[in-house]
């Protein structure tokens, strides 16, 4: 049948639109399928036995009471795991000589229990139910050990060590420089120190982890359903641990309930429960609880940063020096990425002429850190801004005037920074226009007229205060990206990719993009992600990488296939393959639609017919894989403007407008990078002021459930305005820049600014985040004591 | 008369969706664990098994309750709602179709608990406003949206509901 | 994060349960459930018994008694919301209601539990002692009633036996033209508070403190009624003095812990108190100057 139209319209843009997801529907039924959900005949259910101290030998488990209570079918130690794994420890995520050996967590721990919350055994059962009765009736007699619960204490020579094996507690120190500093500090008009603090925190997606294992002893192959950031690395290590073939694992990730980090690692339990499921040969199921998440998923942030900035007279950066002491936690499961990134994030949108910073990756009786949304880069940018809001404020300068005097000018993109990335390559600026967001974002919050609107306040009795904060990161992480995109003879259009789906709306943006270039509708697409068998490889999602990485994959391999029906078609229908478009499912003679041939019927002849050829040069079927590896990072980057109010009385801190620039390039989906920026901000408010997770001096973790580490809830946040600009990157081919934890990075710095301008009066300068009311009022306390009255009437 | 389960089992009969189900249960076994182990009502999630974070948030006889700090066997002669019982398998409702139109979800996992609080809070309050939307949510952690297009997807479906003949 | 394994008994009046708290070793009773499941989920709490109270319907109501209002223990927080005996003639209790956790959790939970949980944070027991509420506690031996500064022994400790239940509370209602204040600290709204304050006032015809009532919750283990501040405020007007009478806040043993120190708390207390003086009086002037 061939279309009637005579003339036809051009197909509507699809990357750019406001497209309603395609993940939706399903989810707002209550048919989304997670890992919890997924059920198997014969399904058995783990609970891990996990260590109460933060250090202590394992002296001996007695498992008799366990194996009789009823329901119980077997508990795991890691003798008995060490009979079906080729390694009983956790292989090093990122692999690399400049760390010492020994140093990754056990699947689970043999002898020695270095943190709350370490496995030591594992239960087996019919239910969840009997699995945590089996777990209470082990009894493991421990000889509890000295423990370390503050980085900077670890360092100390007379420190107890984390793990008996470590010759000590640094797990390893870099220097990153560049510049002369030294003579920059010596020549500069000014020179202000500062100690920042940043808190740990936890990731704490409302779905935490877990992993279905099914190892069918058949086939010698495993099935296994798991809530994971990284489905083929997944693959990989468990076939490496349990010594299969890549061919032999087979992992879903199904609906993924949120990642934030949490879930960017392979995980000793996950290793535990394909053990266990191929040592019983039956299903099994672990569903973390939220009060595992406390104690044994990753967290980040505690970093102590003790810092110097030198500036001339005008406020314009000449150095920046110090030396910075990350938290790592007592085992290192993938690397030092969050030390590294937050010592290279430190400069920023920033000209920071002269850069020295010592690192001490200090080891601690604490669970293990890795990326939470931010990576370092929350950490990094504090340290940067809280230094210029000193300067700023020794030099009774304008906090806007000295960002803009230091900023990297639109003229100058790309900016190539002194520094490298992780992967060696120099740190590039590819676009942006940092003054303008600033510009605009300032305009709209009405900063010229704030500080009427603060004196006002001020005689009414209130304490209001403005804040603002820059943010750079660099997005789209390689090495690549996996993307198929395949025309069946039905019609359907799947796209299959490596990225991973964990609640961004990855689907309806690779829909998006793979629809603009195969002139349809997202509704004609299908897209497949987390499934090992979909795809060969793929490296996942994390770094907000995979508009980028994944996107860039799918515009291409969509390209190829729109092509390879072209070349077809111009067979078909003998005319010249620049004549031909695709649309609406077909591909027509541009301006001639009734000459046009169906990709129902090109994807037959392409799926190829028992004894005939192929149409000429263009290979079997209709469908293209390509692994787009970028060659640099694309840096987005942020401006967020905050009101607060605080109450002097009490510390506490009010916040009543938010306002946030993000330009995160070329939008896919304006509606999707909203939301994303909505979530980063509300993550950063946590971060701000109520994500803490407190421990005591013997590292026992004390903030364990959701009434004590306080997640903000919908009274606390503002509406939140966000704004867009669009300098689009040229480092891939959609022009796009990550979005995902961008929005979180400058929060920590604005709120930290604001509450300092709400509290002038009381010369309070916030050094910690987050900003709790007891600390708000020691400070005011302070301040209270040493205010002359010039600074009051100020 | 007293019902004591000196047993192991307990056979309910519970009223969800408006329909009875017949579950047999550990007396410990709490009604979010039965509506999803026993009756495959899998749309009601669990996020924190303490009663904070709202993700298994049904209606019981009309009213929000945390499923995971109820038993199954307090359901029974109750009327249970979940996220299935909401528009079954017809057309969405308007709550639904708002937050489908204004992006109010993104991982989806607090949704169906989100939904049944909005669905109470439209029903009580079908002119709820921004702030009476955001007490109501108070009750639920979510960590995608920052709750700004909840807010947004209640209030168009305030909007059109009240449009509605 | 799964309960123990117990025995649940179902009692349909309350005679059964008091026989079944009697008669069983290690029982518990359930009423809202929103303190006591997340104890059994978490395995802090793991009786052998658990009797619901749920079924009990006699329990369940709030109701005028000559000049009191009575409340039944399992009377539902959410009926306390929106009760108009209770907004009309127990203005604290109502607006410190609306702090209680959120609409979910009022659903279910009740005022008989939360007195019983006797968190020192929560807003009800705060409210009891404000009011010198009268409770009732039965078992099998009898009734008898506590005040409620006599039940709240001690940190989440209540003078309650073994066998004995919290059946009905019984507050008198103040003077109609009295003004009412409920004002807490809490990290997020719905949290439980990091301290509260409640204050009645009456005044006399010269707008004169003749009346007072005033209480912290949060503070000390147990709700603290600051019988020295309420005399020293009789007489008082306007604002005179007020935050002078709040100072007595200061004196209190104050809880402390790693979040919240006892000098913090005992500086939101002031804070808190004078605040709860302030809107309670200014409350109870609108009110004499309309009439």
Redesign the interface.
């Known amino acids: 049948m061939h279309s009637t139209a005579a003339v036809s319209e051009p197909p509507p843009r699809q990357i750019g639109a406001r497209a309603r997801r395609i993940e939706d529907p399903r989810l707002l039924r209550g048919r989304g399928r997670f890992v919890a959900d997924v059920e198997l005949p014969g399904l058995l259910h783990g609970a891990f036995v996990r260590s109460p101290h933060a250090h202590a030998l394992v002296r001996t488990i007695d498992v008799d009471d366990a194996l009789r209570t009823p329901g119980v079918v077997a508990v795991l130690t890691a003798r008995d795991l060490a009979r079906t794994l080729t390694t009983l420890r956790m292989p090093l995520g990122f692999p690399t000589s400049a760390l010492p050996p020994d140093i990754t967590p056990f699947v689970l721990a043999p002898e020695e229990v270095c943190f709350v919350g370490e496995a030591v055994a594992l239960v087996i059962a019919t239910s969840r139910y009997t699995a945590e009765d089996g777990a209470a009736a082990v009894f493991v007699d421990y000889e509890p050990l000295p423990a370390v619960a503050d980085c900077r204490d670890a360092l100390e020579p007379t420190s107890p060590k984390v793990r008996r094996e470590a010759a000590d507690n640094v797990l390893t120190k870099f220097n990153l420089s560049y510049g002369d500093c030294a003579d920059a500090f010596r020549h500069a008009a000014h020179v202000f120190r500062e100690e920042l603090h940043q808190h740990r925190g936890g990731a704490h997606p409302i779905e935490g982890r877990g992993i279905v294992a099914n190892f069918d002893a058949q086939a010698d192959a495993l099935s296994v359903w798991s809530s994971t950031q990284m489905s083929h690395e997944l693959q990989f290590t468990i076939a490496e641990m349990l010594g299969l073939s890549e061919q032999s694992v087979h992992v879903v990730a199904p609906d993924v309930g949120g990642g934030f980090g949490a879930k960017y690692l392979v995980y000793p339990e996950e290793v535990a429960i394909a053990a266990a499921s191929r040592l019983l040969g039956r299903p099994v199921k672990w569903i973390e609880d939220r009060a595992e998440h406390f104690v044994s998923a990753i967290q980040e942030r505690d970093q102590y940063w003790d810092v110097e900035i030198a500036a001339d007279a005008q406020g314009r950066i000449l150095g920046v020096r110090g030396r910075m002491i990350h938290d790592q936690g007592a085992y290192t499961p993938q690397g030092i990425n969050c030390a590294y990134n937050a010592a290279t994030a430190v400069t920023g949108p920033y000209v920071v002429p002269n850069y020295e910073l010592d690192v001490f990756v200090a080891q601690t009786n604490k669970v293990f850190t890795i990326p939470v949304r931010g990576a370092g880069y929350p950490e990094g940018t504090f340290t940067m801004e809280r230094l210029l809001d000193r300067v700023a404020h020794e030099l009774q300068l304008d906090r806007a005037l000295v960002r803009e005097r230091n900023l990297v000018p639109a003229s100058a993109m790309p900016y190539v920074k002194p520094l490298r990335n992780r992967a060696g390559h120099p740190i590039t600026l590819d676009s942006g226009d940092y003054l303008a967001c600033q510009q605009k974002v300032l305009e709209v919050i009405d900063y010229a007229g704030f500080a009427a609107r603060q004196r006002r306040a001020r005689e009414e009795g209130r304490h209001i205060g403005l804040g603002f904060a820059h943010a750079v990161k660099g997005t789209g992480r390689g090495p690549f990206e996996s993307a198929n995109v395949k025309i069946g003879p039905s019609g359907r259009i799947t796209v299959s990719t490596g990225a991973m789906a964990m609640g961004q709306g990855l689907a309806t943006a690779l829909a998006q993009i793979a629809a603009e270039a195969l002139g349809t509708d997202i509704d004609a697409i299908d897209v497949v992600s987390g499934d090992t068998a979909a795809i060969s490889m793929g490296i996942g999602g994390f770094a907000s990488r995979q508009t980028v990485t994944a996107g860039s994959s799918v515009l291409l391999a969509a390209r190829e296939v729109n092509e390879k029906a072209r070349k077809v078609a111009a067979q078909m229908l003998e005319v010249s393959v620049d004549d031909l478009v695709v649309r609406d499912g077909r591909v027509e003679v541009r301006g001639v639609p009734q000459m046009s041939v169906p990709l129902t019927r090109i994807a037959r002849l392409l799926r190829g017919i028992a004894g005939y050829d192929l149409p000429k040069g263009v290979g079997a079927g209709l469908e293209a894989t390509v692994f787009w590896e970028p060659e640099a990072m694309a840096y987005a980057n942020a401006f967020h403007a905050c009101e607060v109010e605080v109450d002097p009385a009490t510390g506490g801190v009010t916040l009543l407008r938010y306002v946030a620039m993000q330009d995160s390039g070329t939008l896919v989906n304006p509606s999707i990078v909203e939301g994303q920026v909505h979530g980063g901000i509300v993550h950063g408010i946590g971060n701000a002021l109520f994500e803490y997770m407190r421990y005591d001096d013997d590292a026992q973790p004390i903030s364990t459930t959701f009434a004590d580490y306080l997640l903000p809830t919908s009274t606390e946040i503002p509406h939140l305005e966000v704004l867009f600009m669009e300098s689009p990157s040229a480092t891939n081919p959609l022009g796009v820049k990550g979005v995902g934890e961008v929005g979180t990075i400058p929060v920590t710095s604005a709120v930290a600014s604001a509450v300092d301008d709400a509290l002038r009066d009381y010369g309070v300068r916030i050094a910690a985040v987050p900003i709790d009311p007891v600390r708000l009022v020691e400070l005011i306390d302070r301040g209270d004591r040493r205010r002359s009255p010039a600074q009051t009437a100020r | 008369?007293?019902?004591?389960?000196?047993s192991?089992a307990?056979s309910l009969t519970l009223d969800v969706n408006g329909k009875a189900c017949e579950a047999t249960v550990?007396?410990?076994?709490?009604l979010a664990?039965c509506l999803?182990?026993e009756l495959?009502?899998?749309?009601?999630?669990?996020?924190?098994?303490?009663?904070?974070?709202?993700?298994c948030?049904v209606l019981?006889d009309g009213?929000?309750?945390?499923s995971?700090?109820?038993?199954a066997?307090?359901a029974e002669g109750c009327r249970v709602t979940?996220?299935?019982g909401?528009?079954g398998e017809g057309e969405?409702e308007p709550l639904?179709q708002a937050?489908?139109?204004r992006?109010g979800?993104?991982?989806?996992?607090?949704?169906?608990g989100v939904?049944m609080?909005l669905t109470?809070?439209l029903r009580d309050e079908p002119n709820a406003n921004?702030d009476a939307?955001?007490?109501?949510?108070?009750?639920?952690?979510?960590?995608?949206?920052?709750?700004?297009?909840?807010?947004a997807a209640a209030l168009s479906a305030v909007e059109c509901i009240r449009r509605r003949p | 994060m799964k309960p123990a394994p117990f025995v649940l008994h179902r009692p349909r009046t309350l005679a059964d349960a008091l026989e079944l708290l009697d008669s069983r070793e290690n029982a518990r009773v359930l009423a809202g459930g929103q303190s006591l499941m997340p104890m059994l989920n978490m395995r802090l709490a793991s009786p052998d018994h658990l009797i619901d109270l749920n079924r009990i319907d006699e329990l369940g109501f709030i109701r005028e008694e000559g000049d009191e209002v009575v409340v039944g223990a399992m009377t539902r927080q959410r009926d306390v919301e929106y009760s108009d005996v209770v907004a009309s003639r127990l203005p604290l209790m109502r607006e410190a209601i609306l702090q209680v956790g959120h609409r979910q959790t009022r659903n279910r939970g009740t005022i008989g539990g939360s007195l019983c949980h006797l968190d020192p944070s929560a807003e009800m027991p705060t409210v009891m002692m404000a009011f010198d509420a009268v409770l009732l506690l039965q078992s099998r031996r009898g009734a008898r009633t506590v005040e409620m500064g006599s039940f709240a022994e001690g940190m989440m400790t209540t003078a309650l036996q073994p066998d004995e239940m919290l059946t009905q509370i019984r507050m008198r209602p103040w003077d109609p033209a009295h003004g009412a204040s409920f004002v807490e600290f809490a990290r997020r709204h719905g949290d439980f508070a990091v301290a509260s304050a409640a204050a009645m006032i009456e005044l006399d015809p010269s707008l004169r403190v003749s009346r007072a009532s005033l209480t912290l919750g949060g503070v000390a283990a147990t709700p603290l009624r600051l019988r020295d501040a309420e005399r020293a405020l009789i007489g008082r007007r306007g604002d005179e003095g007020f935050t002078k009478v709040a100072q007595y806040a200061d004196e209190c043993d104050a809880l402390d812990d790693p979040a919240f120190p006892s000098w913090y708390r005992r500086r939101l207390a002031v804070t808190l108190l004078a605040r709860a003086i302030d809107r309670a009086y200014r409350r109870a002037a609108a009110r004499a100057v309309k009439a």
């Open positions: 008369m007293t019902t004591s389960s000196e192991n307990l550990e007396p410990r076994t709490t664990d999803r182990n495959h009502l899998t749309g009601t999630h669990l996020g924190c098994e303490h009663g904070v974070c709202g993700a948030t019981v009213r929000t309750a945390r995971c700090l109820m038993l066997a307090q979940t996220i299935e909401l528009s969405l639904q937050f489908w139109d992006h979800l993104q991982c989806g996992f607090c949704t169906p939904l609080t109470e809070l921004e939307i955001r007490l109501a949510l108070s009750g639920h952690l979510c960590r995608c949206t920052g709750y700004q297009n909840i807010v």
